[in-house]
DNA sequence: CCGATACCGTAGCGTACGTTACGGTAACGC
DNA sequence: GCGTTACCGTAACGTACGCTACGGTATCGG
């Protein structure tokens, strides 16, 4: 062996210079050029720590999966009751912290690029059925007098309309402003929300 | 002049062409040597009838807005009230076709490539408020007695909600079946359809 | 019937991409 | 202290893309 440098160092900056090509260029712009280029480095480096496009591809995605985590994770903790729980975790997403329209831009980028790429596909599916299974689990602690089925539409329910106002959002941040986002998930959350804990209809 | 061939002719096989290219190999794979393989002619005869790779795109755009249109109009028109004409409209965005796949498909395609292109993005804005206003007109038709910001809030909402369905299901046809997104959209006209015409509250 | 002209196929240019081969260079073992 | 070895920059290859210049061809006007 010889010549042993900051592997970790090394990664760390490339996560950094990949995800600033992914926020400035969007993913069609992520080439291993520019992420060399802004790594200050050469193609050869990124491909010596990637070996592959799709590995960067990958490393990308993984990047997105973790920011959005640790935010959910924070909205989650923050929270006292799970019904507090379940809407912070729905609102951080709706957000008008510049961020967030980048992790959404993103996140467009990926789902269409998942249509072509079965790898991405198989991460994406991953990635979205835990946020539907942490959806469904808040949704199960509010109201765990309904059924199981009732429970999993309301959380697919939940992840949907958020995913949509983000991706329409991203687009068009006129008509999907922070306000529209937030009151329509108010609406969607006061369905979760019984007036009062009286009788059952 | 000389030689006039048919042009409306040339036109219809490139705008079949061009929608056979792009429910196959995705918007990526939408090029000018595809769509002239398609087409059964050269990139030359392509570029002749469309100036410009953009041109192509615009065009091919407008082709996925005439059909999800067309759809929705012959939805609406079947339904008797406004209220079976939302509900018409909204659930045939949710079918298990083949052919609404490829629709999801590729406006997923268009989304993503608006991220990064003015003219592409103008279109997504525009062909998405019309749709946002035709919802906003059967929820007015619905209940003319909300006020007309819970109305739009309303439309928006189910927008974002069908599109945040066909944009998921387009990856994970397994979580997000025909099943699921049809009870997310039941549950979501639920709050529409107050179950007695009595008094408020 | 023939020249002019609109049409389109052919071929290729310039560019950017992913990927690879190779050489230089700096660090560790003995 | 020097040879070995891991590391990475350099350069280029092959490919595919959008786009364009040019020439052949078929069609219409006279």
Do not use: I
Request: charged share 25%; with cysteine.
């Amino acid at each position: 062996m010889a010549r042993r440098r900051d592997v970790a160092d090394q990664q760390r900056r490339l996560s950094a210079a990949t995800w600033s090509v992914l926020a400035e260029r969007g993913l069609p712009g992520l080439t291993l050029r520019a992420v060399a280029e802004r790594a200050g480095c050469t193609t050869g480096m990124v491909l010596h720590a990637f070996a592959d496009k799709q590995a960067l591809l990958v490393h990308a995605r993984e990047l997105l999966h973790r920011r959005t985590g640790e935010r959910a994770d924070a909205a989650q903790a923050a929270a006292a009751t799970p019904t507090a729980a379940l809407r912070a975790l729905l609102l951080q997403a709706a957000s008008p912290t510049e961020e967030k329209r980048e992790e959404a831009r993103v996140w467009v980028g990926f789902l269409a690029a998942a249509l072509a790429d079965p790898v991405l596909a198989d991460l994406h599916r991953s990635y979205n059925r835990r946020f539907v299974d942490r959806v469904a689990t808040l949704v199960a602690a509010v109201r765990p007098d309904w059924s199981p089925a009732d429970r999993a539409t309301t959380a697919t329910s939940l992840v949907a309309l958020v995913e949509g106002l983000n991706a329409l959002a991203a687009v068009d941040a006129a008509v999907y402003s922070d306000h529209a986002q937030r009151a329509a998930l108010d609406g969607a959350l006061a369905r979760l929300e019984p007036p009062e804990p009286a009788a059952n209809a």
